[in-house]
Nanobody, 119 residues
Framework: QVQLVESGGGLVQAGGSLRLSCAAS????????MGWYRQAPGKQRELVAD???????KYADSVKGRFTISRDNAKNTVYLQMNSLKPEDTAVYYC?????????????WGQGTQVTVSS
């Protein structure tokens, strides 16, 4: 089992910045990669950014150049630095971790944190 606790959401004006944090606990050793997803009202949940064991990252086209995903292995925490925020970034942001035990894969989710960008 992996537990994820997010923090850092809030209300910000367009052009502003926020940093989200996701602290993982439990079976940390089993995690393959972690990422951030978001879900806006009436829309499907979408991948924002992913970070893998080798440190490589992947971003949605809509956030490239504005968002940065990083991790602190000592703190078992993944961050999402969001700069130049736009109203269309408004959504509930969820931390995700994929873990594996032998041939089995598991997806874990945080409780979500609201990000609201005003115009």
């Amino acid at each position: 089992q992996v537990q994820l606790v997010e923090s850092g959401g809030g209300l910000v004006q367009a052009g502003g910045s926020l940093r989200l944090s996701c602290a993982a606990s439990g079976s940390i050793f089993s995690i393959n990669h972690m990422g951030w997803y978001r879900q806006a009202p009436g829309k499907q949940r979408e991948l924002v950014a992913d970070i893998f064991l080798d440190g490589s990252t992947k971003y949605a086209d809509s956030v490239k150049g504005r968002f940065t995903i990083s991790r602190d292995n000592a703190k078992n925490t993944v961050y999402l630095q969001m700069n130049s925020l736009k109203p269309e970034d408004t959504a509930v942001y969820y931390c995700n971790a994929e873990s594996s035990l032998g041939p089995l894969y598991y997806d874990y989710w945080g409780q979500g944190t609201q990000v609201t960008v005003s115009s």
